[in-house]
């Protein structure tokens, strides 16, 4: 029996295991597929938890648990169909716990292979649309969760502690990177204090935190054959923020006509047709519960995201890449210049995208 095959061996799934292979692409977790030889069995996703990130891995796990059984239960109320297939479920280990600890220290969990599913990393405007719309439905749901959820990292999404770590890395340069990347701090710090403003709104009790999803990059999104969303994957950062983090990350993801790390900046550019359609959808169904303050500040939250992405990755590139894996030793680098093209790309269409929400409220 392989590795994988025993760590499997923990968790009490259905079927007999047959062949397990890499699945995905993120940037944190590594996840593979297991399929079962049975056709009655489902098929699993085994995931690797990364602890170093994840420190806690048990509240990480009992906040997965609170999120998915939450849900589980409005969507039965609601008597939605095809339940399985719209919330996540992740099954216990001969602990009886959702995940697993390998002798080696690492931590493991699984979950049922959603079937029939797509995750795309680019989109169109109609699935833009069904995008916006489950995001304000997901934190509909969650609106009402009873348990209090822990900050699986904390400070996630905190623009004040973002740009520290970032002028940190800058005073102790491990790497002896600085000096190379002069021009992009300074970009940075143009713009640091207006990119604060969520920090500065939430003291001053004008903005509030409610359960996000934060991590919402198109690729963490399920869609079924019809481009319709079934159910957001990857909620080991569902957790309280401001709404801006769910409506900035998809933007920042499914908005930019590049990838993520683009070499060709030529490529990267905001995309407004994906954002008119992903906001009338985010709109149509958050509308009813979003404050004034939340509304007029999405197209910031626009810029937020593809910013605080690039102070992430320049922080990283100047730590010696100790957070992201990367495929070659340039390459936060390389994000790095690609986000912050893409923020430039959204700074230039900002009167535009204001001038489209006042549209979307009459
Ligand atoms: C990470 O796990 P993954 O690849 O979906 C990161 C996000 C970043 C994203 C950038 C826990 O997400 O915050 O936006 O990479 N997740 C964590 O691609 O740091
Ligand atoms: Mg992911």
């Known amino acids: ?83 399985d297939r719209k919330v996540l479920h992740f099954i216990a280990s001969e602990t009886g716990k959702t995940y697993w600890q390998a002798d080696d ?39 009402d969760i009873p348990d209090a959820l822990g900050e699986t990292i904390p400070d996630f999404h905190n623009m004040e502690f973002r740009l520290k770590q970032l002028r940190d890395a800058v005073a102790v340069d491990a790497a002896g990177r600085v000096a190379e990347v002069r021009r992009y701090i300074d970009e940075i710090e143009r713009r640091a204090d207006a990119m604060c403003l969520a920090e500065r709104l939430h003291r001053n009790g004008e903005l509030p935190k409610r359960v996000c999803h934060c991590d919402t990059k198109v690729d963490n999104m399920m869609f079924d054959e019809q481009g319709r969303v079934l159910c957001v994957i990857d909620l080991d950062t569902v957790m309280p923020s401001f709404v801006f983090s ?21 490529r990267v550019n905001f995309n407004m047709e994906i954002f008119r359609a992903f906001t009338r959808g985010y709109l149509e169904s958050a509308r009813s519960f979003l404050l004034p ?13 593809p910013y605080m ?54």
């Open 1 to 83: 029996m392989n590795d994988l095959n025993s760590i499997i061996s923990h968790f009490s799934h259905e079927g007999t295991v047959g062949n397990v292979s890499p699945l995905g692409a993120g940037l944190i977790n590594d996840s593979y597929k297991v399929v079962t030889t049975e056709a009655d069995a489902p098929d699993y996703v085994l995931q690797r938890i990364n602890h170093v990130i994840f420190t806690d891995v048990d509240m990480l796990q009992a906040n997965i648990e609170a999120v998915t059984r939450h849900i589980r239960r409005k969507l039965e109320a609601g008597h939605e169909t095809d339940i």
């Open 105 to 143: 220290g690492n931590y493991w969990r699984m979950m049922v292979f959603i079937p029939r599913a797509k995750t795309y990393t680019t989109v169109n405007p109609e699935y833009s649309y069904y995008a916006g719309v489950a995001f304000g439905n997901f934190e509909a749901m969650l609106a």
């Open 246 to 266: 769910d409506y900035g990350d998809f933007l920042r993801t499914a908005g930019n006509t590049g990838a993520e790390d683009d070499p060709d900046l030529d």
């Open 293 to 305: 303050v939340e509304i007029e500040n999405l197209p910031y939250a626009a810029a937020l995201f």
């Open 309 to 362: 992405q690039c102070v992430r990755f320049l922080a990283d590139y100047i730590n010696g890449d100790t957070y992201y894996k990367i495929n070659y030793p340039e390459h936060n680098l390389v994000r790095t210049r690609a986000q912050l093209k893409l923020l430039q790309s959204v700074e230039q269409h900002q009167p535009e995208m204001r001038r489209f929400i006042t549209s979307c409220l009459q």
